[in-house]
């Protein structure tokens, strides 16, 4: 099967910042390619919110917020104590990759679209909600229940950074607007998702090459969790989608959701309550590793894994 033209812009980023080539694009370009994709995804979850009973709806959101709090206890004793990473610098790495990665959830939809593969449109929702209880786990595992912790801060961040604020506030227009009132507006947002996709993944190809030169010092650990725990992950994700009766497409998001791991979110988190854990290990393995592995095998592999279950 052909790569999907998003992925190719990723390749071709990823290419050019290993060569060290001349070619970024501006930081102004690249903040509004972030801010019309976070619309874009929370208009389109917010519309299909319109459509649905909230109260149907809450024990979904509180199964996918359990999995969240999960996923980074899963793998801060491996970070711990097979890579004998130091405490604050485990519990940073496990909070990241126990929240998820926007840019990972994009391509995902994406991938559906040209299999022509239809999904639960609210998956946006599952989305804002993981954004946040790994980053509370990651704290609480070094600091406890601390007063020295700078709640207040930390909640501003979290809570009012970039990513939430779109997203959330996305999903709130399109639930209020409704499908025909969010239409006059969908030129802008729904009609060119692919493209702006494919420039943003640009960008995040030369981002990610330039954190693969870590690994030279880091060692081959930070490698292979990079790869097979974004893989235990989904496979977790696949069955809390199979056992909240998702179709085969929101199992392969719930999945990559699982297996994604956070680049912008947490490490703002985890730069005020834990400064003194190491950003270069978190970024490296997200960023320059599962970023990376999610965007070219991972998406593929988590739709074969849910068609297994799904018997399909």
């Known amino acids: 099967m052909s790569l999907d033209p998003v992925v190719l812009f990723f390749i071709l980023g990823l290419a050019a910042g290993l060569m060290r080539a001349e070619m970024r694009l501006p930081p102004a370009i690249y903040e509004f390619l972030s801010v019309l994709l976070l619309l874009a995804i929370g208009l389109k979850g917010g519309v299909e919110l319109s459509k649905q ?3 149907n709806l ?4 509180v199964a996918v917020t359990a999995m969240g709090f999960v996923l980074p206890l899963l793998a801060f004793p491996i970070l711990r104590y097979i890579g004998r990473l130091k405490k604050v610098d485990a519990a940073s790495v496990a909070a990241h990759y126990g929240s998820v ?6 391509v995902a939809v994406a991938y559906l679209g040209a299999q022509q593969i239809t999904f639960e449109a ?5 989305l804002v909600l993981l954004e946040v209880p790994a980053i509370l786990v990651g704290i609480v595992l070094v600091r406890g229940i ?9 909640a501003h961040e979290v809570f ?7 997203l959330l506030g996305g999903l709130l227009i399109g639930w209020i607007a409704g499908e025909k009132n969010i239409e006059p507006i969908g030129g802008l947002f729904f009609d060119p998702f692919k493209g702006i996709l494919a420039l943003f993944l640009l960008e995040m190809g030369l981002i990610a090459a330039s954190q693969v030169g870590s690994l030279r010092r ?5 490698l292979g969790f990079g790869v097979i725990f974004p893989v235990i992950s989904a496979c977790i994700g696949s069955v809390f989608g199979l056992g909240l009766g998702l179709s085969v497409g ?11 791991a956070s680049y912008i979110a947490v490490p703002a988190a985890v730069r005020i309550a834990l400064p003194e854990a190491n950003p270069t290990l978190s970024l490296t393995a997200s960023l320059g590793i599962t970023f990376p592995f999610n965007i070219i095998f991972g998406v593929p592999l988590y739709h074969k894994l849910a068609e297994f279950l799904y018997g399909v």
């Open 250 to 260: 929101g199992t392969v998001l719930l999945a990559t959701l699982a297996a994604s």
């Open 160 to 166: 009012l950074g970039k990513s939430i604020v779109l």
């Open 146 to 154: 601390s007063t020295e912790t700078r709640w207040g801060q930390l």
């Open 122 to 126: 609210y998956m946006p929702l599952f």
């Open 101 to 106: 990665s926007v840019g990972t959830y994009a």
């Open 53 to 55: 009973s909230f109260g």
């Open 218 to 222: 880091y060692g081959v650990f930070l």
């Open 58 to 61: 809450l024990p979904d959101m």
